[in-house]
Structures are given as C-alpha cells and as structure tokens.
C-alpha cells in the first residue's frame, strides 16, 4: 500500500516540508520513494517507511486510567486543604482582632499615662497653692495680732507712737 510524503505528514502532524527535508538527508529512505504523479511515495511494506515511521511515530490516544483509590485520596487531600483554608481564614480574622485590640490597648495606656501625668501636675499645683495659702494665712494673723495689739493700745500710746 502506498503513502504519500504528504498524508503521511498530515496523519502525526507535521509539516509536510519537514518530513521531505528529513527523506531528502537520508539516503536509505530516499532510495525507497518513488513519484506518484507529482507527489512523491513511499510503500508502507519498505525499509524506509519503517525507519520514518521510526523518528515521527503517529500520536499515542491518551489512556484514561481509572484509579478510585487514588481519586479517594485526591477528594480527601483537596477536603482537608478546605479545612485547613477555612481555619487559615480563622486565624487571620483572629490575628487582625487581636492587633486592633493591641492598638486600642496602646492608645489607651498612652491616654492613662497623660491622664496620670496631668494628675500629677494638678497635684503638684494644688500642694503649692496649699503652700501659698498657708503663708497668707500666716501673713493674715500676723497682721490680725498687730491689729488687735494696735487696737488695744490706748489713744495716749497711740499718741506717743509706741
């Protein structure tokens, strides 16, 4: 039975120029073609068919195989990566709480220590007011004794200015 170069080409593929330069290099190949009109041909039954069948074999189908243990394991795989992304997405939702936590806590600490350090100021403030008042309550009897003792002097002494 005869082939074409060019069926041959078409049936794994290939470009019908590749498989005439790959006949045209090789002598044992070229030497058991012959011209079929204007195409040339090979016999399937030669030598040279069978080493060009050799270097461009036709195309393997894709064999299906049906393994159930395998696919078991695949389904189980794919179910704990499931899990595992749900308890991944746990986490984050745990983590951002917990870092907005952290922050509000920050804050507040950072508000507590102002709190404190205006209430250390006021305290400060307060016990040097008490101080200035002590004082002038100080001054103030003192200068009520030397108004009682001007008062209780007689308008004689008063007179002499004693």
Do not use: C
Request: charged share 35%; glycine share 4%.
């Amino acid at each position: 039975m005869l082939i074409t170069i060019a069926e041959f080409a078409q049936q794994r593929g290939l470009e019908t120029d590749t498989v005439a330069t790959y006949v045209r290099r090789h002598e044992s190949i070229q030497s058991d073609t012959f011209k079929k009109g204007r195409l040339l041909a090979l016999d399937m039954d030669s030598d040279g068919y069978k080493e060009l069948d050799k270097q461009y074999p036709l195309p393997q189908p894709v064999q299906v195989i049906e393994d159930t243990e395998s696919r078991q394991k695949l389904i189980k795989a794919q179910e704990a990566i499931i899990q595992l992304q749900g308890k991944l997405q746990e986490a984050t939702a745990q983590l951002a709480q917990a870092e907005a936590t952290k922050l509000l806590l920050e804050d507040k600490q950072e508000q507590l220590a102002k709190t404190e350090q205006r209430l250390q100021e006021s305290e400060d403030h307060e016990r040097q007011a008490r101080s200035e008042l002590k004082e002038l309550n100080s001054k103030l009897q003192s200068l009520q004794d030397e108004l009682i003792a001007e008062k209780s002097k007689s308008w004689w002494d008063k007179l002499r200015g004693h």
